[in-house]
């Protein structure tokens, strides 16, 4: 047991290391929002996910589902942006 939560420990500090950011869905203009972002919410227990959308940084930033570069290669449909990179 003690080897896997060691193995554990690492993997968390190799993710800290990674920049996070969030999955926009890109829409064509005229738009109403600024920004369109996935989210993630918790109904029934279980986690699902969603879009929301806003023109506020600080809502993308506080509401929208945070991932690493590698894991957003998963979901080609939509733009990874680096939290530090938003407009």
Do not use: N
């Not at 990674?18 to 999955?23: A, D, H, M, R």
């Not at 996910?49 to 998963?74: G, L, M, N």
């Amino acid at each position: 047991m003690a080897k896997k939560q060691k193995y554990l420990i690492s993997e968390v500090g190799d993710f800290m290391t990674e920049k996070l950011g969030v999955l926009l869905v890109d829409v064509p203009e005229p738009k109403r929002f600024y920004y369109m972002y996935v989210m993630d919410i918790e109904i029934g227990g279980k986690t699902v996910y969603t879009t929301d959308e806003s023109d506020d940084r600080e809502d993308v930033i506080d509401d929208a589902y945070k991932c690493i570069q590698e894991e957003a290669k998963k979901y080609p449909q939509f733009r990874w942006v680096a939290l530090e990179d938003l407009e």
